[in-house]
């Protein structure tokens, strides 16, 4: 690998383990001297390796340089030092009394725990999505501007309040003891499940980036899954579910930039290692009497990958669906159950549900009716495909929905 | 908008007397009634089933097994809904599919404490 991806692949890997062990070694109250550290370890990555190219364990190197800047700083700061260790420091030249337990246990571990500590319940949602993209996934003031939508300013203000939350709740870098871990645990997976859903549907043009949050998730999820405290249905369901997503990630949006909707889409490019590794985990998550919003999420995308469309199919995500909503109410998942409906049954029985849904604000509520209408009444589709047109916000919706407009008149 | 309760009666003869297909066939309705008030939002609890068998405590500390000696009726679940009215939530109500096999909806707004 070349320097130039070298570093940016470590980085994405190396940033939160050496961030999460000092962190851990500090005490969360001092992540941001923990992220320094981390950040100024890979500026002098890319000087050094710049001009000597890179070492032959560059892992080891870092890890290397991590613990010497730290030692370093103790011995600037001798009362930051003073605080973290609460020992007076003595008159000793050499700064190591701090033990800077980087094995790969204590990585681990202290990844997991960063996690916890991250989707902390103190913490607004908002705030856990941001800190978890720049603790955890070494996202830039930027890039989480980018994926937000957002300018940078109010990134920095969320994750500056979430920083000082961390500190005056006292949250800890500790797993959850056994009588709340299952409540925290769901905390993580909601967390999860966001972020990976902020690179999914966002409407931010950047698809690397996006596709780059979606990859992260899913490397958070699936460390979960190697850790045997946190290796439950749910968190594999949950894995199985954004594998089943991501299969599509290539043909869901054309050469331009723009959305391909599912039923447009080329299903040659489905990632066929994506479903088979979605197909694993679903597996995994089949034990058990639970019956989490991931598993009925992930049997849903399961049945999404499946090519032929038959009311077979529709029939299994229809009632996937019922189930959903009857655990959990979401617009969306209401007008997808809506879709299913006119699929697995008919367009004229969906028609009379969708009108039940009351969710006229919703651009996407007149777009689902205008594709019911479609073959119906013509005229109706298009009233619809115009109301829908003059409440979408975004520019990727709106032109999907002109497009669509423009092909009806045309045909009338 | 306010709270309803939906008490579902009907002869317990008519379930155990279904073949699978029919039970099948009877489940997906369910599901698809009350997924299409969840759909709405309008779902506040998805309740639960009711057995067949049960006791019922009468003064003097006399047990009856089952509620139903004097009528072929037994309450067999409830659900509760949301809606605008007493008139909304019967609304809701015709669309059981109880209704298509001798049964019936009871519908009672509640009064919260």
């Known amino acids: 690998m070349e ?73 600037r700061d001798k009362l930051f030092k003073e605080k973290i260790t609460g020992k007076v420091v003595r008159e000793s030249p050499m700064g190591d009394e701090l033990e800077i337990d980087l094995s ?8 997991l725990q960063m996690m916890f500590a991250i989707c902390h319940p103190s913490l607004p ?35 500056y309040r979430a920083r000082e939350k961390l500190r005056t709740e006292d949250v800890k870098m500790e797993f959850p003891g056994e009588t709340d871990i299952e409540s925290r645990l769901d905390a993580v997976l909601r967390t999860l499940y966001l972020l990976f859903n902020e690179g999914f549907y966002s409407a931010g043009k950047d698809i690397t980036l996006r596709k780059d949050v979606c990859i992260e998730a899913m490397w958070l999820t699936k460390m979960l899954t ?73 049997a849903i995308g399961y049945w999404h990958t499946i090519k032929a469309d038959t009311p077979e199919k529709w029939e299994h995500i229809l009632q996937y669906y019922n189930q959903l909503l009857i655990l959990e109410y979401s617009p969306i998942a209401a007008l997808n159950r809506t879709y299913a409906l006119a699929k697995a049954r008919s367009k004229a029985e969906a028609i009379r549900e969708a009108e039940k849904l009351n969710l006229t604000t919703n651009h996407l509520y007149h777009s689902l009716l205008g594709e019911l209408y479609l073959g119906i009444d013509e005229g109706k589709a298009l009233e619809y495909f115009n109301a829908s047109l003059s409440l979408a916000k975004s520019k990727a919706d709106k032109r999907l929905l002109m497009e669509k407009i423009e092909r009806i008149s045309e045909a009338c | 908008m306010n ?4 008490v579902f009666r009907n002869d317990p003869a008519v379930m155990s007397n ?39 405590v009468r ?21 509760m809904v949301r809606a605008e009215s007493l008139d909304g939530a019967t609304e809701m109500a015709k669309g059981c599919p109880i209704l298509s096999n001798g049964g019936n909806v009871e519908v009672r707004p509640i009064i919260r404490m």
């Open chain 1, 3 to 75: 320097n130039q991806e070298l570093i940016p692949h470590l980085f994405r890997t190396e940033y939160r383990k050496i961030t999460a062990v000092l962190s851990k070694t500090f005490g969360l109250a001092h992540i941001e001297i923990a992220q320094d550290i981390a950040s100024d370890t890979f500026l002098q990555a890319s000087e050094m390796w710049g001009i000597k190219g890179a070492p032959d364990n560059p892992v080891a190197w870092l890890y290397t340089v991590a613990r010497n800047k730290t030692l370093d700083y103790l011995r």
């Open chain 1, 104 to 111: 790969t246990q204590n990585i681990t571990d202290s990844q």
């Open chain 1, 125 to 159: 949602v908002e705030s856990q999505i941001g800190l978890a993209l720049n603790v955890l996934c070494g996202f830039g003031i930027s890039e989480i501007a980018g994926a937000f939508l957002t300018n940078k300013e109010t990134i920095n203000k969320r994750l």
């Open chain 1, 226 to 298: 190697e850790n045997p405290g946190t290796d439950c249905p749910p968190v594999n369901a949950l894995l199985a579910l954004m594998c089943f997503h991501a299969s599509r990630f290539e043909a869901r949006t054309n050469p331009q930039g723009e959305t391909v909707l599912y039923q447009d889409q080329d299903d040659s490019l489905w990632d066929a290692t994506l479903i088979c590794r979605g197909e694993y985990y679903l597996n995994r998550a089949s034990v058990g009497q639970q019956l989490s919003r991931y598993h009925l999420e992930a």
């Open chain 2, 3 to 6: 709270d309803f309760l939906f």
């Open chain 2, 18 to 56: 279904m073949s699978p297909e029919a039970l099948q066939n009877s489940m997906q309705k369910w599901m698809d009634w009350i997924g299409g008030i969840a759909a709405q939002g309008k779902l506040v609890d998805r309740g639960n089933r009711l057995a067949n068998e049960g006791n019922v």
């Open chain 2, 59 to 79: 003064p003097s500390q006399v047990v009856t097994d089952g509620p139903y000696i004097e009528t072929k009726e037994s309450v067999g679940g409830f659900i």
